[in-house]
Structure formats: structure tokens, C-alpha cells
């Protein structure tokens, strides 16, 4: 089973500023990794499939990169809808599909 | 627009079983593979159990096998999981979940119901 991890836990940001958020799997895969965006009392929704690709409407201020054991999304300037957990996913070696445990994005 | 209605959470006691249902519309629903997420609460997700569009294969994660079935019905565009033997860790909201082909694996999700919550307690 290949065990996900996210840092940091939770991460302060100013809106309009830059977020990095990291994922990390403990065997190397090439590119089945998906982040999904859950707000409070919300279902995910997914933003990023195979490492790199945005989901349909998606803004383009959300990208994923990497690949092997470490994986990134950024948000180039986060909005205020933005403040949310995210969730890396791989979907490469299955079953099962694991989750990371999650980032949380808030307002600093 | 896709969406997904799940329905079936509530109370049980532990040893006890619930059927959760999902009903799918908008799209061509035996073209794809469906899965249930589980989110215990203040928690985050876990994988619980898919199946393949024509549903010749289904996968449970560990910590549900033998216990829960996943199955879906072509003709009502429904998918369901039948949870027996359940335990309090089990308590969760249970989350339907759509995938953009048609064979289980090597895809991600792409459409989630708002999920419903399953308590497990005497």
C-alpha cells in the first residue's frame, strides 16, 4: 500500500499571496496523483489529475507538478474562496487508492 | 450536470447493518466506474470501495471486507453499499463518487454527492 503524506498540516497565507503545498508517497509512481478541494460541510471537488492536469473549470491559478515520491500543487494567488483543505490522492497503485491526510489552508 | 444523491445514512447500533443508496443522473451511468468515500468526523478521507462500470469487478478496502458489498443496478442508475456488522469506527459520512471511465483503477474521481452520515452508536 503506498502511504500519502502532506505538509505542513495547515498552512497561513495572506490573500493575493503565493501557497505551496506538498505530497509526498512513500513508493515512486509517474503521474496518478489527483488534489481535491473540500470546503467546510462540502463534498471535494477535484482540481488536478495525472500530477499536472486541471480538472474542467478550474482557474489557471492552480497547478500540480512532480513526480516519483514528491509531488506539489500551487495556488499563484490565493483568493478568498480558496481558504479550504486539500487533499493529494494516488490513484496509480490500487488497491487501494490512498489519501494524504490533508492541508488546511486558512487566513493568516 | 452530473449528480449524486446519496440517501440510507442514520443511527444504528454496533453489530447492525444500513444500506446507503446513490442516484445518478446525468450521465450515461454504466459507462463508469462509482466508488464510496468515507470522512469520519473532523477527519479526512479514506478509499472504502469501488466498482467497474459494468460491474464485473468491485474492491473493498481492508478495514470494510467481508463486512460491506458495493453493488449497482443499470436499471435504476443507482449505486449501493450494504454495510453489515458495523462498528463504531465505521461512523462516517459516506460520500458516492463517479469515475471518468469504466474500469476500477488509474483514474481519479471526478464528481462527489454531498455524502450522508452513518452513526454507530448504542
Known amino acids: 500500500e503506498i502511504v500519502m503524506t502532506q505538509s505542513p498540516a495547515t498552512l497561513s497565507v495572506s490573500p493575493g499571496e503565493r501557497a505551496t503545498l506538498s505530497c509526498r508517497a512513500s513508493?515512486?509512481?509517474?503521474?496518478?496523483l489527483a488534489w481535491y478541494q473540500q470546503k467546510p460541510g462540502q463534498a471535494p471537488r477535484l482540481l488536478i489529475y495525472g500530477a499536472s492536469t486541471r480538472a474542467t473549470g478550474i482557474p489557471a491559478r492552480f497547478s500540480g507538478s512532480g513526480s516519483g515520491t514528491e509531488f506539489t500543487l500551487t495556488i499563484s494567488s490565493l483568493q478568498s474562496e480558496d481558504f479550504a483543505v486539500y487533499y493529494c490522492q494516488q490513484y496509480n497503485n490500487w488497491p487501494p487508492f490512498t489519501f494524504g491526510p490533508g492541508t488546511k489552508v486558512d487566513i493568516k | 450536470e452530473v449528480q449524486l444523491l446519496e440517501s440510507g445514512g442514520g443511527l444504528v447500533q454496533p453489530g447492525g447493518s444500513l444500506r446507503l443508496s446513490c442516484a445518478a443522473s446525468g450521465f450515461t451511468y454504466s459507462n463508469y466506474a462509482m466508488t464510496w468515500v468515507r470522512q469520519a468526523p473532523g477527519k479526512g478521507l479514506e478509499w472504502v470501495s469501488s466498482?467497474?462500470?459494468?460491474?464485473?469487478?468491485?474492491y473493498q478496502a481492508d478495514s470494510v471486507k467481508g463486512r460491506f458489498t458495493i453493488s449497482r443496478d443499470r436499471s435504476k442508475n443507482s449505486l449501493y453499499l450494504q454495510m453489515n456488522s458495523l462498528r463504531a469506527e465505521d461512523t462516517a459520512v459516506y460520500f458516492c463518487?463517479?469515475?471518468?471511465?469504466?474500469?476500477?483503477?488509474?483514474?481519479?474521481?471526478?464528481?462527489w454527492g454531498q455524502g450522508t452520515l452513518v452513526t454507530v452508536s448504542s
Open positions: 513508493q515512486s509512481f509517474s503521474s496518478g
Open positions: 466498482i467497474s462500470g459494468s460491474a464485473d469487478s468491485a
Open positions: 463518487a463517479k469515475h471518468p471511465v469504466a474500469h476500477v483503477g488509474h483514474a481519479p474521481i471526478d464528481s
